[in-house]
């Protein structure tokens, strides 16, 4: 078989080293977006691959690194694992071409934007949980150092917070994959047995094992309680972190809540509170939302609720609600790629963020105005957008679950577009007044934006190409 992950992972290798050794600013930008857009043509043959060649979803890349330990360099083609390669791949892609208002001219930007992607295709496609975990971490270190040392405000205290749960999470993952460990028959890491042989492991433990990995991963998505971090590390990040944590991150807990639940038969108990606990999240985040007046935490707290909705759809233990959180994920990672990509358009052009005091954006920034109109459309599930077939999908899985109790999270939905049109009405389409313009907006954020627009759309239109890899 073709070793396309290693392959994806080796360029992403020689793409950080090479623009972090790289003369300028823009030929550290120049490497990134070449390389990354071989990755992403490299993930779209991959799912070419699945759609086409019999065999290729299951089939895995494997190399011995500590095997004695039960350790392996071993990547495996799933349907999930595929489809969350590709957004990393779009959403890297999109942040490689995007500006920021601060750090222009810093090349030192790109060998990290390079770094998380390799963390992330690395995390999607492992069939190692010891290799999944290295990833985590590669993850999170290069999220704490976009945010400390590109990011602006209050990033020095926003990167700690982030930091400060990051290693929680990472401490109690680790714990709990070493009790997967040495808990099962034959010791391995090996994702696959572990699903196989899990019934295997006493009833008590896996209620431990399941509460460690579930908390580390409500920490990531993130699911409220443990969301503290989020909206400083959103809002402080420059505009490629924010598009990286928000559109790719906080996938790694979504991704790893849906492991979770096919690992352990003891989860299938817990279905029901984790439901409880999504539609909860979902709709304080609506609530919170509402309080703030900055465009970055209220997308930061809209990519909450998401989050809560993808929880929705993982705890109805059903194909369709599976497919459903997977392509939430996919259409919310794209979504926020956009939002934020524009928000960072509206402080280049008019440095502020503020809703009360942008005006009229609609007169000077069309282009702007309207991006921004289309992420509301589809991170509220309007038809033709991603997020439309995605919550259909994963609604359809909740009620097949849990009878009308599944549709209520819902109106979470509804309460988030009621309030999103409705700041979108008073600043950026009012006409009354009107916000005066500092600079114009760099044709790379217009690419930026067209990108990922098309992206949004391609996958709302064309839903099949993805659901087919679901056998629905």
């Known amino acids: 078989m073709f070793p396309v992950f290693f392959i994806m992972l080796a360029i992403l290798g020689i793409a ?28 779209l043959y991959s799912v070419f691959l699945a759609l086409s060649v019999k065999g290729f979803i299951g089939s895995t890349e494997s190399m011995a690194y500590i095997s004695q ?45 390079m770094l998380f992607e390799f963390s992330a295709i ?62 099962t028959p034959v010791h391995s890491f090996d994702i696959s047995y572990i699903t196989s042989h899990s019934y295997l492991i006493p009833t008590a433990l896996q209620g431990t094992i399941f509460i460690l990995l579930f908390i580390a991963f409500m920490v990531k998505m993130p699911i409220f309680p443990f969301h503290s971090w989020m ?24 991704y790893g809540m849906l492991l979770l639940f096919s690992m352990l038969t003891f989860s299938y108990g817990f279905a029901k509170y984790a439901f ?46 599976t497919a459903g959180a997977v392509y939430l994920m996919l ?70 679950a849990y009878g009308l109790y599944g549709a209520i999270p819902i109106f979470s939905i509804m309460l988030l577009g009621f309030y999103l049109y409705y700041a979108i009405n008073k600043s950026f389409l009012s006409t009354r007044e009107s916000s005066e313009s500092i600079a114009r907006l760099p044709r790379q954020m217009a690419v930026t934006y067209a990108l990922a627009i098309l992206a949004i759309f391609a996958f709302g239109i064309f839903p099949y190409v993805i659901i087919s890899l679901f056998g629905l």
Do not use: C
């Not at 080293?17 to 993930?43: E, F, P, R, T």
């Not at 990833?135 to 990033?155: C, M, P, Q, R, T």
């Not at 590390?233 to 979504?254: D, H, N």
């Not at 358009?345 to 963020?353: C, L, P, T």
């Open 276 to 321: 409880v606990l999504g539609s909860v999240s979902a709709f304080y985040a609506a609530f919170v939302v509402m309080r703030h007046k900055d465009l970055k935490r209220i997308i930061a707290y809209s990519s909450m609720l998401e989050s809560g909705i993808i929880l929705v759809g993982i705890s109805s233990l059903n194909a369709f609600g």
């Open 16 to 43: 950080g080293i090479a623009s972090a050794l790289s003369n300028s600013y823009k030929q550290a930008k120049d490497i990134a977006i070449v390389l990354s857009g071989i990755v992403l043509l490299l993930a």
């Open 331 to 400: 259409a919310h990672g794209l979504v926020m790629a956009l939002m934020f990509a524009v928000i960072g358009g509206i402080e280049i052009s008019y440095g502020n963020r503020n809703i009360t005091v942008l005006k009229g954006i609609v007169k000077d920034s069309v282009g702007s105005a309207y991006s921004f109109l289309i992420g509301t459309f589809a991170s509220t599930g309007i038809p033709l957008t991603a997020g439309f077939i995605a919550d259909v999908l994963v609604f359809i899985g909740a009620i097949n």
């Open 231 to 254: 909206a400083n590390a959103y809002s402080e990040a420059p505009t490629q972190g924010s598009m990286l944590i928000s559109g790719v991150l906080s996938k790694f807990g979504a």
């Open 122 to 183: 690395g995390l999607f496609v492992s069939a190692n949980l010891f290799i999944f975990y290295v990833f985590w971490d590669i993850g999170v270190a290069a999220s704490y150092f976009l945010i400390s040392s590109f990011g602006k405000g209050e990033n020095k205290h926003a990167a700690n917070t982030f930091l400060i749960y990051s290693i929680f999470a990472s401490a109690v993952l680790l714990f709990g994959i070493m009790l997967i460990y040495f808990y």
């Open 69 to 113: 330990f039960g350790i392996y360099l071993s990547f495996s083609a799933t349907q999930f694992g595929i489809i969350l390669a590709l957004l990393a791949s779009i959403v890297s892609f999109l942040a490689s071409i995007a500006v920021s208002s601060k750090f222009e001219n810093s090349k030192n930007l790109y060998p990290l934007i």
